[in-house]
């Protein structure tokens, strides 16, 4: 298969792309384009952004059929097929494509059709330089193997087959760049967008200490990398916040404030955040790329592949993000746990943990996790984050059944030598192995010898909250809940204009009781005006003056209707419970190998 694709129009956001195929089907040529992209678990309908395409073979026009809303068939012929289509980039994101005048961006699933029954045969991809002369300082940077092109130029780049050639996204443009190794395989650092002052020694010293710490932590005896080169490719932005992993590279979105500046020491929240998204993309080369479940050993590109595995897999992977942030070095044990604290927090304040359990949102992610509404806090839980305080209730619970001589590092480290290592070799039967659905509490009671059945009912098929004060208790670290003082009416509001609009209201708390709803304009509380400066403030103010208990009068907008509602005050619900180091515990979190402060088991 031969593609090519130049960024043809940049102010219009156009590619072109053509594939030849050199022997079609005899019966005509199937072509598909995925409908999403592995990692992000929505249906996003790539096709849609083919604006224009047609065919041909020995010179003469080939009729296209459209089969269905991502598929065509062409016309039966004997030569070369050759496809040209035009693709719409307009999608400032990780998951998509994107072009403008200031760089380009693709993920193979958005820009190479698929010709289907010749998806394991080898795929070239002629990259081309724009043809505008502002572009003639661009350059291209993708862990896609070099063919006839050089590091980061233009020219030819191959792939294996279709599966590989869409898991190595394209940076194309004028940017940053810095390599470092980590255990001995090159490493690049790829920064698009304007950040003036940029510490790159310092995101590269730092992003080499997380990523020479999850190599070992998955190969500690070899160091050995399951990549031969890696790509950091991140678009910095006004405002955004995300990544999508690949085989061998990663792709970031971040804030400009997140980066960095030179001569400043301080480890801001905003950098803070940046390494664990580093972190976290990082892992998951291991983690999903290689260990994946069995639905995704072969990807089904053209419709929902459901699993009940993603608190395994990105809520574990969120797990471990921020604790490779402490075994490198980066953080003390003091700032993790209060990294920890807010995802407790985050995972309490919605109603929604109690209704769905965190295998339903695995499943339901297609549905319901990635097309949330205002009032998804009240009937979601987030496989991520709840996700996050399962593996960390795992982790306390196999090192204190067997007093610290089993992790859950020993269970991360079966999978991925059962399951992920040999991964990308194919079997005898041609098939690659994914984790089976249930599997999970069997490999770690194989490992570890700890009989996890009862927890995982609880906690991952149940809705119960993990008892993370309890579990920490032998440990050193206690978990301290506040009692709330504050007056509150259990909303969430935003911005709107000038304008303060709830976003959500919380299930049982004060705004609901009264009638109020999510997307109401709040207008006055007692006879004063509601502005958008008290949506910044969480209308802390504005109720300041008030105790629980007390009915305030409040004037909204539903529509173009005002509405007038009477609410009684509740105890503020935001969840503000905080881990802390006990006295006389040091290093605890560092190696994640803490002392007992009481003997035996639980």
């Known amino acids: 298969m031969a593609y090519t694709i130049v960024p043809k129009d940049l102010a219009g956001h156009l590619f072109e792309v053509s594939l030849t195929v050199q022997h079609p089907d005899p019966a005509g040529q199937v072509l598909s384009l995925p409908v999403w992209i592995p990692g992000s678990y929505m249906v996003r309908e790539f096709a849609r952004n083919i604006i224009r395409i047609e065919a041909r073979s020995g010179g003469k026009k080939v009729a296209l059929k459209k089969l269905s809303k991502t598929s065509w068939k062409a016309a039966a012929c004997k030569e070369a097929l ?84 869409i898991d190595h996204p394209v940076e194309i443009g004028e940017f940053a760049i810095a390599s470092f190794d980590a255990c001995g395989i090159p490493h690049d650092f790829v920064i698009t967008g304007r950040v003036p002052n940029m510490d790159m020694d310092r995101m590269v010293a730092d992003v080499k200490k997380i990523c020479e710490a999850q190599i070992a932590f998955f190969e500690p005896k070899t160091r ?26 990663t792709a970031l979105i971040c804030n400009r404030n997140d980066i960095p500046v030179k001569h400043n020491p301080e480890m801001s929240e905003g950098y803070k955040a940046f390494l664990g998204l580093c972190s976290h993309e990082y892992f998951h080369t291991w983690n999903v790329k290689r260990i994946k479940p069995a639905v995704f050993a072969d990807y089904d590109l053209r419709q929902e592949s459901y699993t ?26 003091a700032a993790y746990l209060k990294l920890v604290s807010k995802t407790i ?19 339901d992610a297609w549905t319901k996790y990635y097309r ?155 006879g004063l005006r509601v502005t958008a400066a008290d949506a910044a403030d969480g209308l802390n103010s504005q109720l300041a003056r008030y105790r629980v208990g007390e009915t305030v009068e409040i004037h909204a907008f539903r529509r173009d209707e005002l509405i007038i509602v009477k609410a009684t005050l509740q105890a503020d619900d935001v969840p503000a419970q905080q881990l802390r180091l006990l006295d006389g515990t040091k290093a605890a979190l560092q190696t994640h190998r803490p002392t007992f402060r009481k003997a035996g088991k639980r």
């Not at 990549?227 to 992993?245: I, N, W």
């Open 82 to 165: 050759e496809v040209r289509y035009e693709v719409y980039a307009w999608d400032l994101s990780v998951r998509a494509a994107h072009l403008d005048q200031s760089h380009a961006f693709f993920n193979g699933t958005s820009v190479f059709l698929c010709a289907e029954g010749k998806e394991r045969e080898a795929h070239v991809v002629d990259i081309q330089r724009a043809p505008d002369a502002a572009c003639k300082t661009w350059r291209v940077a993708t862990s896609l193997p070099e063919l006839k092109a050089k590091r980061y130029g233009f020219g030819t780049y191959i792939a294996a087959d279709y599966d590989e050639l």
């Open 224 to 249: 050995k990398a399951p990549m031969d080169r890696y790509v950091f490719m991140t678009m910095v932005v006004g405002e955004g916040y995300g990544g999508l992993e690949h085989r061998a590279s």
């Open 372 to 526: 949330q509404d205002e009032n998804s806090p009240n009937a979601i839980v987030s496989y991520y984050t709840k996700g996050s305080l399962v593996a960390l209730g795992l982790d306390l619970t196999i090192r204190a059944e067997t007093a610290g001589k089993k992790s859950l590092d020993d269970v991360m480290r079966a999978l991925w030598q059962r399951y992920g290592r040999d991964f990308y070799t194919l079997t005898a039967e041609g098939k690659q192995q994914g984790v089976p659905e249930l599997a999970f509490a069997e490999i770690a009671e194989e490992v570890t010898g700890v009989d996890l059945r009862k927890f995982l009912s609880k906690h991952v098929y149940g809705t119960e909250d993990v008892p993370l004060a309890k579990l920490y208790a032998p440990f050193g670290v206690s978990l301290e809940v506040p009692v709330p003082v504050k007056a509150g009416l259990g909303v969430r509001v935003v911005k709107d204009g000038n304008d303060c609009k709830i976003a959500s209201a919380f299930e049982g708390r004060a705004a609901h009781l009264a009638g109020l709803s999510a997307l109401d304009i709040l207008v006055a509380i007692n």
């Open 345 to 363: 927090n985050g995972v309490l304040r919605g109603s929604g943990r109690l209704k769905q359990s965190v295998a339903e949102s695995s499943f």
């Open 308 to 333: 009940s595995l993603l608190w395994l897999f990105e809520g574990f992977t969120s797990y471990y993000d921020d604790l490779m942030l402490v075994r490198s070095g980066l953080i003390d044990e």
